[in-house]
């Protein structure tokens, strides 16, 4: 079974981006080459990233942190899985400043890890992208946009194009300069000239929409997505 590289090279991304997108490549060279990603490097626990995906849901990054630091107390581990969640109670938890809908989501993937359903990290190593988007899916609190963040920033897939995520639509509203975002499925069919990199593709949409038009800006550090 072929096992999947954590990463890619990004220096045949950009040059494959550049002849393949004209207009693309006019904005690539005015923010400059984006460099790896040294999390891709490292291993890390999927339900520790999703638990964490979930806490961080729908609140600034200060107040989520602020929350994961009370839960991890309470748990007494850094790391959040099925044995540790365990160790409190609903009540506890909740005390913690998580919501009614995290905690079932947080048990619910607790409960799936126990059954074993929830893939480790050397098991997805041999899994395409759709297979590990629809063995994750069904964790309550967990869509599809939430498993391309994890493909994109820890595992390091070239080939991932989150097509509603609305930072990417409205990069690619700027680079072909529309009167509105493309809607999803217009998206999907604009990055098929994007692959085997629409990963890196992404990377740069997310930057010329957290700046439009100022190019120069955009040379600044962007916005942090999730898994940052």
């Known amino acids: ?35 790896p990603d040294l999390r891709w490097r490292k291993p890390f626990d999927p339900v520790d990233a999703l638990a964490r995906a979930i806490l961080y849901q729908q609140l600034s990054g200060k107040a989520a942190a602020t929350i994961v630091g009370r839960v991890e107390t ?21 005390a913690c400043g998580v919501s009614g809908n995290k ?10 890890e126990a059954r074993g359903e929830i893939p480790a990290l050397r098991q997805m190593s041999t899994m395409d992208n759709d297979a590990i988007v629809d063995a994750l899916v069904p964790v309550r609190g967990i869509g599809r946009w939430t498993v391309e963040m994890m493909l994109m920033f820890r595992l390091g897939r070239a080939d991932v194009l989150p097509i509603d995520d609305l930072g990417i639509r409205k990069g690619a509203q700027v680079v072909d300069k529309l009167d509105a975002m493309p809607p999803p ?27 439009g038009a100022d190019a120069k800006a955009a040379t600044k550090t962007p916005t942090k997505r999730s898994q940052d």
């Open 1 to 35: 079974m072929p096992r999947h590289a954590r990463g890619f090279d990004t220096q045949a991304a950009y040059d494959h981006l550049a002849r393949r997108d004209r207009k693309l490549g006019v904005w690539m060279k005015r923010i400059g080459a984006i460099g």
């Open 185 to 211: 499925r217009g998206l999907a069919e604009r990055g098929e000239r994007w692959g085997p990199y629409r990963t890196y593709a992404s990377l740069y949409l997310w930057r010329i929409a957290d700046f």
């Open 74 to 94: 309470a748990i007494a581990s850094d790391r959040f899985h099925c044995d540790t969640l365990a160790r409190c109670d609903d009540a506890t938890i909740r």
């Open 103 to 112: 905690l079932l989501a947080l048990r619910d993937l607790a409960a799936r």
